[in-house]
């Protein structure tokens, strides 16, 4: 330090920090050889305390207020230094400036999942994140802890530790807490309270506490929530043969449109009631019915099919309309029919439900 610096600083009787950068938690006043005038004038802020360091040990700490430095304003000092009588001379000592304001908007969250035991989903991972905000709760335990002789010591320096022990107190009180997994978002506010308190448990002897904690999001791996996502789709679904019901009169009104009209659909649509009575005969064989419905045997005597006549589909017929339709010529051996269950259309004499029709029909002239 050059002549003019040390005979500047000499000539400083104010003694005060304006926090810049936001950062920072603590800042030594830095001047030549550690020299406070006596007399001279402490000025700390809002937000602010100082911390005064004689030889080692924490002196005095002055809360918000400007102070002019005597001895009956420094009791510690003044008796750490026997000024009985009073001394106006230089005295050294380090003064740490320490905010005390909130520091707000600090992330923490999960870096591997979490596993735990849902009583829904069994042994399941769960990933969270959010936010929190520290202060100093007391300044002199803060330097002796973390700060020591540091001139600078900022937020940085301790964040990472801070969230990991955030993020490692999280995890037990989600496992002791045992809330099932699809309750945890209506349980968010108060896990964030619960963790609070165990936090501030672990941050204290540093002198920090936590003023507020957010837990943002609490979430399951992918691949469960899109397991979840199916379930939640077929509840919305419901009853299964109504839906069935549904898509198909859509079906129709669509190809009512088209310039082939219902006819030049007949076999995709015939396919896809078959595969919805495959789909339903399958639940029902498995012992499940279809929302809210009983599905019965078909009453005898009311099996109806659809017939090709003449490269046009028509029906469905019951058998006794068929009946007449075999006695008008209508409908011969061949003619092609189907009906729901069936896989493909099939000629009437091949059908075992029909064969009866025919019976005093002759069959067609050799040759």
Known sequence: MGLWDKLTNELVDIIEWLDQDRETIVKRFERYQNEIK????????????????????????????????????????ATLRGWKYGFNSPFKAEVYFVSTRVFTDRKWGTKNPIMLRDPEFGPTRLRAFGTFAIRVADAATL???????????????????????????????LGEAKIPALDLAANQDEIGKVLIGRVNADFQPMGIEVASLVVENISLPPEVEAAMDKRTSMGVLGN???????????????????????????????????????MTGAMTAGGQQPAGQQAPPPIPGLVQFHVAIANQQQGPFDLTSLQQKVGAGLITRQTLVWKPGMPNWT????VAELKSLFDSVPPPLPG
């Open 38 to 77: 006596y007399g001279a004038k402490l000025v700390v802020r809002e937000g602010q305390v100082a911390v005064f360091v004689n030889e080692g040990k924490i002196a005095d700490v002055y809360a918000p207020g400007t102070y002019t430095l005597e001895t009956q304003n420094m009791p510690i000092m």
């Open 143 to 173: 330097i002796r802890q973390l700060v020591s002789t540091d001139g600078r010591f900022s937020i940085d320096e301790i964040g990472d530790q801070l969230r990991d022990m955030l993020t490692a107190r999280f995890a037990d009180a």
């Open 240 to 278: 299964l043969d109504q839906y069935m019901k549904f898509q198909t009169a859509e079906a129709i009104t669509k190809a009512a449109e088209n310039t082939g009209g219902v006819a030049g659909i007949g076999a995709g649509l015939g396919v896809g009631l078959n595969m919805a009575n495959q």
């Open 347 to 350: 000629p009437a004499e091949q």
